[in-house]
Nanobody, 125 residues
């Protein structure tokens, strides 16, 4: 059974940084990609970053491009999200996900079938 466990969330001030981690285990398939999503209260879940496992290519939403960086450490089976220049609008629960079916949009939630429980990020002004 796939298990994705996020960590690294917390509270920071505007302009601060955080690094989220996602420890992955129990894969019975090789995922095509892994990604980070976020959901703020009253809003829909938003894909912010995706990474193709095979070649390491990445994709970002316009809202985080240039500020967030997704990366992987294959030896540790861990996915990361480095978040810099954080803004209050980045406040949300952040989720790690893995997808086993190849879709064209790596930032779409329908492309993923395994999800973590989430970690909260709060950015104060």
């Amino acid at each position: 059974q796939v298990r994705l466990v996020e960590s690294g969330g917390g509270s920071v001030q505007t302009g601060g940084s955080l690094r989220l981690s996602c420890a992955a285990s129990g894969f019975t398939y090789r995922p095509y990609y892994m990604g980070w999503f976020r959901q703020a209260p009253g809003k829909e879940r938003e894909g912010v970053a995706g990474l193709y496992i095979a070649d390491g290519s990445t994709a970002y939403s316009d809202s985080v491009k240039g500020r967030f960086t997704i990366s992987q450490d294959n030896a540790k089976n861990t996915l990361y999200l480095q978040m810099n220049s954080l803004k209050p609008e980045d406040t949300a629960a952040y989720y790690c996900a893995a997808g086993r079916t190849l879709y064209s949009d790596v930032l779409a939630s329908y492309a993923y079938n395994s999800w973590g429980q989430g970690t909260q990020v709060t950015v104060s002004s």
